[in-house]
């Protein structure tokens, strides 16, 4: 009965960070590096435009599993994009991330397997995140705080990868996405 219970559980908290997490990961300016820049800066827009689709689709993954939904398995492009990077750490963190996410997906997991999916994707997200870090040509720190805002939160999702859909870690979690907003909004007017 009890194992009933957990897959049935609640973990919109889950969904909605994830939603926010990818949002912040992928801001709507993100577009594809002019190829007319110079030939270093073109490679590195593309790393990080490569790592953060990664990211995106691990955090849409996420909430369609918290949705209690299938995720799609739309990484096919992303994995060729970051199999051509010339950053072999990055390509590496990459191509982890979106083979973690396409196996996921293919297993036909819903929520009641959200925290094997955590469990299994952690080290891979977190990777990723570091990434794209190294990418940053400079600090500024309100989208570097946004990046340690979503690595702190798939942290917590990962400490509490047991009690995923009790509503303390889904109130967390909505505090989480909330933080994330605030974060955004500030990175999206900063310099």
């Not at 897959?7 to 939603?19: A, M």
């Not at 990961?25 to 993100?30: D, Q, S």
């Not at 997906?105 to 929520?111: K, L, M, P």
């Amino acid at each position: 009965m009890l194992a009933l219970g957990a897959c049935g559980s609640n973990q919109s908290g889950v969904r909605d960070w994830s939603l926010q997490a990818r949002e912040a990961v992928l801001p709507p300016a993100l577009a594809r590096p002019a190829p007319d820049g110079p030939e270093s800066s073109h490679a590195t827009e593309e790393t990080t435009l490569v790592l953060r689709e990664a990211a995106g689709a691990w955090l849409a993954a996420l909430a369609a599993l918290a949705d209690d939904a299938t995720p799609p398995d739309d990484t096919a492009s992303i994995e060729q994009r970051a199999l051509n990077l010339a950053d072999l750490e990055a390509s590496a963190a990459a191509v982890n991330l979106v083979r973690a996410t396409a196996f996921v997906s293919q297993r036909g997991w819903v929520s009641g397997h959200l925290a094997h999916a955590v469990d299994y994707g952690d080290p891979f997200f977190q990777a990723v995140l570091a990434a794209i870090a190294r990418q940053a040509p400079a600090s500024r720190p309100a989208r570097d705080a946004t990046m340690a805002r979503i690595g702190a939160g798939h942290a917590l999702l990962f400490e509490r990868r047991s009690i995923l859909g009790q509503s303390d870690t889904g109130r967390r979690m909505r505090m989480e996405a909330s933080e994330l907003r605030r974060l955004s909004a500030l990175a999206a007017t900063a310099p």
